[in-house]
Nanobody, 123 residues
């Protein structure tokens, strides 16, 4: 079992930056691939970025490439999402998720989820 707690969301103006954190606890959380997803009301939950258990592989949605960066610190059991040049369309609830070992990009592939953190980007 892995528990995930996100933090770092908030309100920011367009062009600004935020860093989301996801603290993991539980059984061998450092061997889990991690993903960040986001969801707006009435729409499906979409992948934003993902990182393999060892950090060697990363994935980014086209909409965030060049603006967002995912990283992890296994010593702290924490995954980060640095979000720069934020746009109003980045407004969503952001979720952290974990799955065993291999990086995947669909939400159905992930077994553990955090409670979500709201990110609001004003124009």
């Amino acid at each position: 079992q892995v528990q995930l707690v996100e933090s770092g969301g908030g309100l920011v103006q367009a062009g600004g930056s935020l860093r989301l954190s996801c603290a993991a606890s539980g059984r061998t959380s450092s061997t889990y691939a991690m993903g960040w997803f986001r969801q707006v009301p009435g729409k499906e939950r979409d992948v934003v970025a993902a990182i393999s258990w060892n950090g060697f592989q990363t994935y980014y949605a086209d909409s965030v490439k060049g603006r967002f960066s995912i990283s992890r610190d296994n010593a702290k059991n924490t995954v980060y999402l640095q979000m720069n040049s934020l746009k109003p369309e980045d407004t969503a609830v952001y979720y952290c998720a974990a799955r065993w070992r291999d990086l995947k990009t669909t939400d159905q592939s992930y077994d553990y989820w955090g409670q979500g953190t709201q990110v609001t980007v004003s124009s």
